[in-house]
């Protein structure tokens, strides 16, 4: 119908051009249509009487001026100019996805069987009366084949991108006047980048897409995504966040288990929210041994379940094998620091460090590595207190430390990146005078202006909602029965008053004396590249001493502490890689963070990557500066077989050496293919309009044959088309005299 009344297919209005062939200014077509429909206005609404009223005169009027510009604007021989490829000269290149996704059946029929068959029910063959077509296959890259049946879904992974900057080389050699791309949009490589699409509008290449697959899956539970650390230390408790997504099975339960290898080392039951909606799920686990160490995690499938290979996520950790050293001074002797010892002397992940100061001008030092260390006391320079992953305070005022100790506190956790912990008791807080020093900018809590606010008296401990998910606060894997363990725990033998926490900080815990007033007594923050925490009592002891001796309560509480504290604290050279697993994928980015002997970003450093692979591999790449980033050194290495790699930066300063730190990641094959399995819509339809192309349906497919003939790609020739003689004008025309001649008869005025 489109045709018969606008004579042209729909696809070269979209392409062409609107111009005019007679020559004449369009500002004289303009100015006559005015013209006309002012005299035919003037000319009506002066014999309005006859036309019984202003109304019906200005309707008869306006037929009229639609008559007369219609007319006049075929006398102006609108045409359309559009660019259209020359038969049998150019090429149309049909690429075929041939990964392992177009191999998902759907209704009992792979969605390569579906591409295939609605390129051979006659759209080929359409194609191959007007052009020559050439058959592609893309996977991992693009192949050449030579027909249909040579396509196969067995290729490991779906890089588009790579695929078709390959098609818009190729047609810088070949005429290809089109590229018809057979896909489900599941991209492996991160999408397209503008860089695969201004090469392909480069060549002026059209790509049309062709989508296979469901927009939605049936009956399928998805691991969408996992967020673990990249590091620990041995045997620590680590959260892990998993991203989960299903279709078919809202509202019912699934299991939720992660393995290290076979042994199971987690699992709890989870409710499986609505169809589409992604929820995240948190889980606990042990870190286990030093290494590199793959966890699984994995969604027990349903029954009928149409995809089980997306139920499983692998993660690697880097279980670091050393002993961060915490530092730890006390103004005056008291229990809690004892118990603090004792708890973290069961840790041998875990080295303790302690300035107990006996009189003002004397301390007494435990855990020391050799006998000058900290004979001076509290460290006064960068290097000896930089020395240190963590640092905990107790109860010492203020004045103790000099301005520039208070400074390289602050600047401890915010350039060096590590743990700062600030104990109550009665030098501690507001009674110390801490609120009046640089150091109260860097607390997670805003210090009350006055004295009068420590309490030796006892209160409860309670977990927030946020204390119940934390780490720190878990001394029971189950949620249930880690609150009720809290409620069991005795009173604590002191509180202080803190104030309200600043925002951003996290309240995990408060202190009820009793009187139904509750604030906060754990509260945590991140502060520049390290964390800092306020627990506002000094009486955990209690917890110990008023339980019986096999309660782990105590211990297990300073232990996740003090861990907390310390195990993110890196030294003057970080490895950071842009992922711990690639699927699918080679590349990799690897970065260092590199500072100097007073942790500042080091902008004048050489560094290298030396990394050790499957099959003996090893290799080095130099990490070259980041101009936008002071510190930052970075390299793109290329992981050619699947397994463990391992990385060691090494940054030197002229023949100096810096530091080296290491990290770890995995390549897996075979995998990603399995994940987002629904037809990628939205990216194929993106590609199309951004290189002049359309997206059709398998059952929209036939009309594609009209858009590839209108195209500026390959061998083209720009030819104009009339439209003054389209039969739409002739029915309007008629149309608008018919209308007139109906109202002027229904008015008696013909």
Not at 43 to 58: I, N
Not at 123 to 139: D, I, S
Not at 510 to 525: I, K
Request: glycine share 10%.
């Amino acid at each position: 119908m489109f045709e018969f009344l606008l004579k042209y297919p729909w696809a070269m209005y979209r392409k062409g051009t609107f111009v005019f062939l007679s020559g004449w200014p369009v500002w004289l077509l303009a100015l006559l249509t005015a013209g006309a429909a002012g005299y035919l206005l003037w000319l009506f609404l002066r014999r309005r009487e006859k036309w019984q009223g202003t109304l019906r005169a200005s309707a008869l009027a306006g037929l009229q001026c639609a008559v007369v510009a219609l007319l006049l604007l075929m006398l102006w021989q609108p045409a359309l100019s559009v660019a259209t490829l020359r038969s049998q000269q150019n090429v149309v290149a049909v690429v075929v996805d041939n990964s392992l996704s177009m191999a998902l059946e759907e209704d009992g029929r792979r969605r390569l069987d579906v591409a295939k068959a609605a390129l051979d029910g006659g759209l080929v063959e359409k194609l191959r009366e007007k052009y020559p077509v050439r058959f592609y296959a893309a996977g991992s890259g693009l192949k050449r084949v030579e027909d249909l049946g040579a396509v196969d879904a067995v290729e490991p992974a779906t890089r588009l991108g790579d695929s078709l900057k390959a098609a818009a080389g190729e047609a810088s050699t070949l005429p290809i006047g089109a590229v018809v791309l057979v896909s489900d949009g599941a991209d492996n490589d991160g999408g397209l980048d503008q860089e695969t699409i201004a090469s392909l509008r480069a060549a002026r290449l059209p790509v049309h897409t062709i989508g296979v697959g469901r927009e939605k899956p049936v009956n399928d539970i998805e691991v969408f995504a996992v967020q673990v650390p990249a590091r620990s230390l041995p045997g620590t408790k680590l959260n892990a966040y998993v991203t989960i997504r299903q279709h078919g099975f809202a509202g019912g339960a699934a299991t939720l288990t992660v393995r290290d290898g076979q042994k199971v080392l987690a699992s709890r039951q989870i409710r499986l929210d609505a169809d589409g909606k992604q929820t995240i799920e948190t889980i606990s686990f042990q870190s286990g041994e030093p290494g590199a160490r793959a966890f699984q995690f994995t969604v027990e499938p349903q029954e009928a379940e149409t995809n089980r290979a997306n139920n499983t996520a692998t993660r690697l950790v880097n279980v670091e094998d050393r002993r961060p050293r915490i530092l730890y001074i006390e103004g005056e002797p008291r229990w809690e620091m004892k118990f603090i010892r004792r708890a973290v002397e069961e840790d041998k992940n875990l080295e303790l460090v302690s300035i107990l100061r006996t009189t003002q001008n004397k301390v007494y030092r435990q855990g020391i590595a050799e006998p000058g260390e900290l004979a001076d006391g509290f460290p006064g320079s960068v290097d000896e207190l930089f020395a240190y992953e963590a640092l905990i305070i107790g109860t010492v005022e203020a004045a103790y430390f000099s301005g520039p100790q208070q400074a390289l506190i602050r600047e401890f956790a915010d350039r060096r990146g590590g743990g700062v912990l600030f104990l109550g008791g009665r030098a501690s807080f507001g009674e110390g005078g801490w609120q009046a020093t640089p150091v109260s900018e860097m607390l997670p809590v805003n210090l009350p202006a006055r004295k009068t606010t420590f309490h030796r008296e006892p209160a409860k401990a309670e977990l927030t909602d946020r204390g119940m998910d934390s780490l720190i606060t878990r001394l029971e894997d189950n949620l249930a029965q880690n609150a009720a363990r809290w409620k069991s725990l005795p009173p604590l033998g002191d509180y202080h008053e803190v104030g309200s926490p600043k925002p951003g900080a996290m309240v995990l815990a408060q202190y009820n004396p009793g009187t139904g007033r509750r604030s906060p007594l754990l509260v945590t923050q991140n502060y520049g590249r390290g964390r800092v925490a306020v627990l506002a009592t000094g009486g955990t002891w209690k917890w110990q001493m008023l339980q019986d001796s096999k309660d782990t309560s105590h211990e297990r509480f300073w232990q996740q502490m003090l861990r907390w504290l310390a195990a993110d604290t890196r030294g003057r050279v970080t490895a950071l890689t842009s992922s711990t697993v690639i699927s699918d994928a080679a590349r990799i980015q690897l970065r260092a963070d590199i500072r100097d002997n007073n942790y500042l970003p080091l902008a004048d450093a050489t560094a290298e990557a030396r990394l050790l692979g499957p099959g003996g591999l090893a290799d080095s790449v130099a990490l070259l500066p980041d101009p936008q980033t002071p510190g930052q050194y970075a390299a793109e290495w290329q992981a050619g077989e699947p397994g463990s790699y391992l990385v060691e930066m090494v940054a030197h300063r002229g023949e100096r050496e810096i530091g080296r730190d290491v990290a770890t990641f995995r390549r897996e094959d075979g995998v990603a293919e399995n994940f987002r399995t629904e037809q990628n819509r939205e990216l194929l339809e993106r590609l199309a309009t951004q290189t002049g192309g359309r997206y059709f349906t398998v059952k929209n497919a036939g009309d594609l044959v009209d858009e590839i003939d209108f195209s500026e790609a390959g061998l083209s020739v720009r030819e104009t088309h009339d439209l003054w003689d389209v039969p739409l004008m002739f029915l309007l025309l008629a149309g608008l005299k018919a209308a007139e001649w109906l109202l002027r008869r229904r008015w008696g005025a013909v």
